[in-house]
Nanobody, 127 residues
Framework: QVQVMESGGGSVQDGGSLRLSCAFS????????MGWFRQVPGKEREGVAT???????TYADSVKGRFTVSKDNDNNTMYLRMNLLKPEDTATYYC?????????????????????WGQGAQVTVSS
């Protein structure tokens, strides 16, 4: 099993920045993809960014150029740096890890492809 815990959420003004952190523990050798997702009430969970074991990254179009995903392998920690935040970025942000090498050969931003989830961190951007 893999345990996941986010930290770093909060409130910020339009145009501001925040950094989310995600600490992983447990059987990390089974993880290939790590990802950030977000969800607002009444909507489906949206994949924001992923980072693979080989450091390849993917981003949702809505955050490209503003968000950066990175990881620190020595400390089993993943980060999401969020710049130029907009009110529409307001959501609960979740980090997640998958199990094993992805069947598609690359990390997707589909919730169903991830097995281990954190409890979520609220990000609120006010105009």
């Amino acid at each position: 099993q893999v345990q996941v815990m986010e930290s770093g959420g909060g409130s910020v003004q339009d145009g501001g920045s925040l950094r989310l952190s995600c600490a992983f523990s447990g059987y990390m050798h089974i993880v290939y993809c790590m990802g950030w997702f977000r969800q607002v009430p009444g909507k489906e969970r949206e994949g924001v960014a992923t980072i693979a074991d080989d450091d390849k990254t993917t981003y949702a179009d809505s955050v490209k150029g503003r968000f950066t995903v990175s990881k620190d392998n020595d400390n089993n920690t993943m980060y999401l740096r969020m710049n130029l935040l907009k009110p529409e970025d307001t959501a609960t942000y979740y980090c997640a890890a998958n199990r094993g090498h992805p069947v598609r050969g690359f990390c997707t931003r589909l919730s169903d492809d991830f097995s281990f989830w954190g409890q979520g961190a609220q990000v609120t951007v006010s105009s």
